[in-house]
């Protein structure tokens, strides 16, 4: 039995894990010879795909001058150079970074920054978060509290001090209801105007509640929680960890609706599966909002590998990917095909389908329906991992038109094998 204790199983009688032996593009290789097209970019990370070379090569570039320098008291380029990059292509006002380790821990940084920034304004009492049924934000307990989905965090749920929760917005991404959008504004405006006293900030994941079931809502809803968060002087936080660095078809989601948040937290794709690392950005006002005369008013936190350079530097290579090799025309590709092969299914064992950017997500009507789907798709060669009742794709952005129509076939003979 594996030493390691791994994560949402029960270990008890957890089914032994699949031993990868390489990785390379978009290809996982198995202990027993087996490849499979990875469908799910490793928890959504792995954009570049696996072992890419200009990325390899960064990192033995940077390893050959260090590895990690603590940045307290000490600084060095590759964070510099990322802090800057960062600056350039998120959305407008968004220019100091605070770098962490891992997307949870960047949303206790966010959340951490919202509530200290009102006390340091002299405004006592603001200082619980507003957030969404169905959101996911982590597994840290300040993450936990922010998040709705208890079917990551159940056994905690007598012990979480959640503040204020709205429901999750029903609008839809395309073609949104307007009456149905009117009421997701009007819950937020009345939830704003009647505790915005004590409301430190609004964290959410802006178009896609991914962990919580691939919910898709409308770009408006952004666009009105940007205007009535600086009406009530709420700072408004966006989660992108799993929704950066373009796959909703657009760099950032935020993109989508033209607004910038207070704060916005990156992670998973920043550093593209290779290590851990996050980012949490904000407006200038809000960094000013430190300043003083003591440590009083200082952000209190320091994470050890904080600003990391070989993550740095990883993150900088990706980025460079991006930018220089049409990647959100690959994206534009992606959603495209996912789109023919998916959006048309008709099916008793389906409730839904939709596909934003490079997602592509098929709801069942129960999540009996995707017992056993693990090992029905191994051995077709590809590695998709549904949870609850949505089996679904988020692919590297390297993917081909093949390899992509290999996943898409896999959940189309699903369903044939279901009937």
Request: glycine share 8%; charged share 15%.
């Amino acid at each position: 039995m594996s030493k390691i204790w791994h994560p949402y199983a029960q270990m008890q009688n957890a089914t032994p894990n699949y031993h990868v032996t390489n990785a390379t593009g978009v290809l996982l290789t198995l202990a027993d010879g087996t490849t499979m097209v990875d469908g799910i970019s490793s928890w959504w990370a792995t954009i570049h795909g696996y072992n890419h070379p200009h990325i390899n090569a960064a990192i033995q570039a940077q390893a050959g001058n260090f590895s990690h320098i603590m940045l307290g008291g000490l600084t060095h380029s590759p964070a510099q150079q990322l802090a800057q990059k960062l600056s350039e292509i998120t959305p407008e006002g968004l220019e100091y970074t605070f770098f962490s380790d891992s997307g949870s821990v960047g949303v206790e940084v966010a959340v951490k920054i919202a509530i200290q920034y009102w006390l340091n304004q002299g405004i006592k009492g603001k200082h619980k978060m507003l957030s969404l049924s169905k959101a996911y934000h982590g597994d840290t307990f300040k993450a936990m509290e922010v998040g709705g989905d208890d079917d990551f965090h159940i056994t905690y749920k007598g012990i979480l001090n959640r503040d204020f929760v709205l429901p999750a917005p029903q609008s839809t991404f395309a073609n949104a209801d307007p009456q149905v959008l009117k009421q997701d504004i009007l819950a937020l405006e009345q939830m704003l105007q009647q505790n915005h006293q004590q409301i430190a900030g609004f964290i959410l994941e802006p178009l896609v509640q991914c962990a919580g079931g691939f919910n898709m809502y409308s770009p408006a809803y952004l666009r009105a929680a940007r205007k009535l968060c600086s009406e009530y002087d709420v700072l408004l936080i966006f989660d992108e960890v799993a929704t950066g660095f373009g796959r909703t078809g657009e760099l950032f989601a935020a993109n989508h609706a033209q607004v910038s948040p207070d704060i916005m937290i990156l992670g998973k794709a920043l550093t593209a599966g290779y290590v851990g690392h996050a980012a949490t950005i904000v407006q200038t006002f809000v960094f000013e909002g430190f300043y003083g005369e003591g440590y009083d008013t200082a952000l209190m936190h320091g994470p050890t590998f904080m600003g990391n350079a070989l993550a740095c530097s990883i993150a900088l290579a990706g980025i460079e990917l991006v930018e220089q090799q049409g990647y959100l025309e690959k994206i534009k590709a992606i959603e495209q095909q996912l789109k023919t092969a998916l959006l048309d299914i008709k099916s008793p064992f389906v409730a839904n389908t939709r596909v934003l950017g490079a997602i592509g997500v098929m709801e069942m009507t129960d999540s009996k329906y995707t017992k056993g789907f693990v090992d029905f798709a191994k051995q077709r060669g590809v590695w998709l991992r549904p949870f609850g009742q949505y089996i679904y794709t988020m692919p590297p952005y390297i993917i081909t038109a093949v390899e992509l129509t290999k996943i898409t076939e896999v959940m189309l003979a699903w369903l044939a094998h279901l009937e």
